[in-house]
């Protein structure tokens, strides 16, 4: 299985705030990378594909980039409703798996 | 716009056998590159992929839950199921179904889980 590593596992930030989250990959997976949003008590949202493809409706403020192993989610200006936590997931083989989470929380 | 709902038991006992079906509206399961999915996630972790169906029947599963897992599609209601043998407490978590869209282009192929079900919580205990 594809080893998938997030950091860091939590963040505390404030309005406004420019945030990011690097996701490793165990082995090079091309740009087959997807980001999701989750909110308490929700399913998970994807946010970007395919490394750097906003998802429609997303706003753009949320952009990823990254080739290989290495890969990152970042939010220009962080909203309130962006609180919540982020999970990177490979696709390049099965089993997918996915990071283990990082948490956005309000400084 | 396609909706997935789960349905099942929500406390299944030891040793027996976890059962959840997943209703897709909104369009048909068997149409479109799609692969149908079931992942789960236990109480503050993470997201931990169980497997998938693609509309022909096959199926992948995670090599950890491989020999207890069955995923099954039913054209006919526009379902998919999942069977999860031998539980433990362990497999306690919310489960969702969500949908893989698979996306070809000329020079490549790529995917990513565009819609998810609102989750199900089962718990394993006597």
């Known amino acids: 299985d594809i080893q998938m590593t997030q950091s860091p596992s939590s963040l505390s930030a404030s309005v406004g705030d420019r945030v990011t989250i690097t996701c490793r990959a165990s082995q090079s997976i091309g740009s087959y990378l997807n980001w999701y949003q989750q909110k308490v008590g929700k399913a998970p949202k994807n946010l970007i594909y395919d490394a750097s493809s906003l998802q429609s409706g997303v706003p753009s403020r949320f952009r990823g980039s990254g080739s290989g192993t290495d890969f990152t989610l970042t939010i220009s200006s962080l909203q309130p409703e962006d609180f919540a936590t982020y999970y990177c997931?490979?696709?390049?083989?099965?089993?997918?798996?996915f990071g283990q989470g990082t948490k956005v929380e309000i400084k | 716009q396609v909706q997935l709902q789960e349905s099942g038991p929500g406390l299944v006992k030891p040793s027996q056998t976890l059962s959840l079906t997943c209703t897709v509206s909104?369009?048909?399961?068997?149409?479109?590159?799609?692969?149908w999915s079931w992942i789960r996630q236990s109480a503050g972790t993470g997201l931990d992929y169980i497997g998938r169906?693609?509309?022909?029947?096959?199926?992948n599963y995670s090599p950890s839950l491989k020999s207890r897992v069955t995923i099954s599609l039913d054209t006919s209601k526009n379902q998919f199921s999942l069977k999860l043998s031998s539980v433990t407490a362990a497999d306690t978590a919310m489960y969702y179904c969500?949908?893989?869209?698979?996306?070809?282009?000329?020079?490549?192929?790529?995917?990513?889980?565009?819609?998810w079900g609102q989750g199900t919580l089962v718990t394993v205990s006597s």
């Open positions: 909104g369009g048909s399961i068997s149409s479109g590159t799609y692969y």
């Open positions: 997931q490979q696709s390049y083989s099965t089993p997918r798996t």
């Open positions: 969500a949908r893989e869209n698979v996306v070809v282009t000329t020079h490549r192929v790529f995917s990513y889980f565009d819609s």
């Open positions: 169906i693609y509309t022909t029947g096959t199926t």
